[in-house]
């Protein structure tokens, strides 16, 4: 059995590791609450301005479509993945790079497939056996729509120049604080939807449906990787407090397990200075 020093030690180490653990999920769930109501608000409209989109790209002349709409075959491929700056959260950064890397081992398997990473626990690992091509962690230190778009431009640019053929998004979309779900979404090129709806007999377009649908294309995708990239922040948050709170109740356990053996150590050592004693004592009286 340990000594009494070494598990005053132990003790003093979990207690000091469960108030690090305690604090970092307060922090996380105050964080939470303000990244949850942002994408519980934009989700809405994000989702009718992709919706609108995708019909009115289905109702398009294939001559009259737009170059994001170019379905080429699919030789190269860019996957987006969508992690966090820091650890400390659980299997949330795990998830989508072993994603991530099942879509380049299987999915696309015979493909060139790159990563661009926006977080820095995705592009750390995956940059060691994947062709990353840019990595843009710093959209976290100031999450907002104009930084978020400037990526959505690049993404953009890159399969207008034919650079790559498809690009997805992988993601974790806030479910709640317990659970987040893995999304793989194709950002380019655009997926019209045919479920034999005409959006031409509800609306009348001015100037052109064509001209409406370039302008609202680019739009549309930098507010879908907005969206993403908002999930997944939220997410991120969530995670880290659930993995806090988990941390937190074992160091608890812990420490009570840890408290147990040094009073049963102590109650053990003070048996025996007590026998010794009487033992002493005896000796002397004989």
Known sequence: MANLKEIRNRIASVSSTMQITSAMKMVSAAKLKKAQDAITAMRPYANKLTELLQSLSASLDADSGSTFSDNREVNKVLVVAITSNRGLCGAFNSNIIKHGVVLANETYAGKQVDFLTIGKRGNDILAKKHQVIANHSGIFDDLTF???????????????????????????????????????????????????????????????????????????????????????????????????????????????????????ARQAAITNEILEIVGGAEALNN
């Open 146 to 264: 104009d930084n978020v778009a400037k990526v959505a431009e690049e993404l953009m640019e890159l399969f207008v120049n034919g650079s790559y053929d498809k690009i997805v998004i992988v993601y974790n979309k806030f479910k709640n604080a317990a659970t987040q779900l893995v999304m793989t979404e194709q950002f380019l090129p655009i997926v019209a939807v045919e479920d034999g709806t005409s959006t031409a007999a509800d609306y009348i377009f001015e100037p052109s449906k064509v001209e409406i649908v370039e302008q609202l294309i680019p739009k549309s995708l930098k507010t879908q990787l907005f969206k993403s990239v908002r999930d997944s922040f939220a997410s991120e948050h969530g995670a880290r407090m659930t993995a806090m709170h988990k941390a937190t109740d074992n160091a608890s356990e812990l420490k009570d397990q840890l408290t147990l053996t040094y009073n049963k």
